[in-house]
């Protein structure tokens, strides 16, 4: 094809190559648009959580998908005899722990992690802050999550004593003996322990999805202009004259 002294003449393969390029790249930008779409969905669903009351967690085994991301109530009593303190935790900048005790749930003989809140290292790691131990009965309002927390592990090591990397629900019911829900509750409710709970609400994250859907369609756009490009020259005047 001829125009204005240029000849676009591509060849087959390449115009293979641009139209597979192009429709992947067109397909992986409708992915990502439609994890956004996910995400943006989940996130309204966890104000909607957010706006209504606690629901009563059971004596009985439960599923997490029921429970997540809802408030949480119940009732019983602390056993800080199981307490841990999970590492690289930090708080406007500084180092500390979060405080996680096991609760036996009221006329149950189930437990349920409570994740109490952060308390600062001191100056001296080999020493664990103080933490106000609570007893008798007590009521605990908070968010359900994933009993799975993953922090950097730095060994392999065989979990000992009281300050953990990483909780993970099965090791911890196999080092105390405990059988647990299967979920952690982020306490919401006031206690006079000194523990700072300032659980901070994610966003949906759907944002990061739609520029990596610009992106890829972006390389699309851009594998087009490159095709057009590569196959479009200027007419030899020589070679017409001849």
Do not use: C
Request: avoid cysteine; charge should be neutral.
């Amino acid at each position: 094809m001829n125009l204005l002294g240029y000849r676009f003449e591509p060849r087959l393969w390449a115009i293979a190559i641009t139209i597979v390029s192009v429709i992947i790249f067109i397909e992986l930008g409708k992915w990502q648009l439609s994890r956004a779409e996910e995400k943006s969905a989940q996130f309204e669903q966890l104000e909607q959580y957010a706006r209504q009351p606690a629901v009563l967690l059971p004596g009985t085994l439960v599923k997490l998908k029921d429970f997540q991301y809802r408030d949480v109530e119940v009732s019983g009593e602390y056993l800080p005899e199981h307490t841990i303190y999970l590492d690289n935790k930090t708080y406007h900048g500084r180092a500390g722990y979060h405080v996680i005790t096991p609760l036996k749930i009221l006329n149950s003989a189930l437990y349920v992690a409570v994740n109490r809140g952060w308390v600062a290292t001191g100056s001296d790691r080999s020493v664990l802050p103080a933490v106000a131990e609570v007893s008798g009965e007590v009521k605990i309002i908070g968010i359900a999550a994933s009993p799975q927390i993953r922090t950097l592990e730095l060994s392999d090591r065989a979990i000992e004593g009281q300050v953990w990397d990483n909780f993970d629900l099965q090791r911890y019911q196999e080092a105390t003996g405990l059988t647990l829900q299967p979920l952690m509750l982020l306490q919401k409710s006031e206690e006079k322990d000194g523990l700072i709970r300032d659980w901070s609400k994610p966003d949906s994250g759907a944002s990061k999805n739609i520029g990596y859907a610009v992106q890829w369609f972006s390389l699309a756009a851009t594998a087009v202009i490159i095709f057009i490009v590569l196959n479009v020259k200027r007419k030899n005047s020589k070679n017409e004259q001849t």
